[in-house]
């Protein structure tokens, strides 16, 4: 095999392992905002805020309607929105 293969498997393994790695952080983020723990929700009221990160710009909104007695609580990071191709671009928080 010669080395631009090996580096082209290289790229690619390095951005799906990327991909990979934030779509299981997001589902984690994701079960922490729809599915609190007993124990989060004390921490909450307690006056601690969870960061959620990676989470989809639809799961957000979501969570304004139904969450809403919590967003005292909650802080976003690096928010995900829908790009051109169906992929997803994350906000850089900086204005």
Excluded at 16 to 32: F, I, M, P, Y
């Amino acid at each position: 095999m010669n080395t631009g293969k090996l580096a082209a498997i290289a790229v690619l393994s390095t951005i799906l392992n990327g991909t990979v790695q934030a779509a299981v952080a997001s589902e984690w983020d994701r079960k922490l905002l729809f599915s609190p723990s007993s124990s989060l929700l004390e921490k909450e009221k307690a006056g601690s805020v969870t960061i959620y990160d990676g989470v989809l710009s639809s799961d957000v909104d979501r969570a304004m309607d139904q969450q809403f007695d919590r967003m005292e609580s909650m802080m976003f990071v690096r928010t995900l929105y829908p790009a051109e191709g169906g992929a997803y671009e994350a906000e850089d928080d900086c204005d």
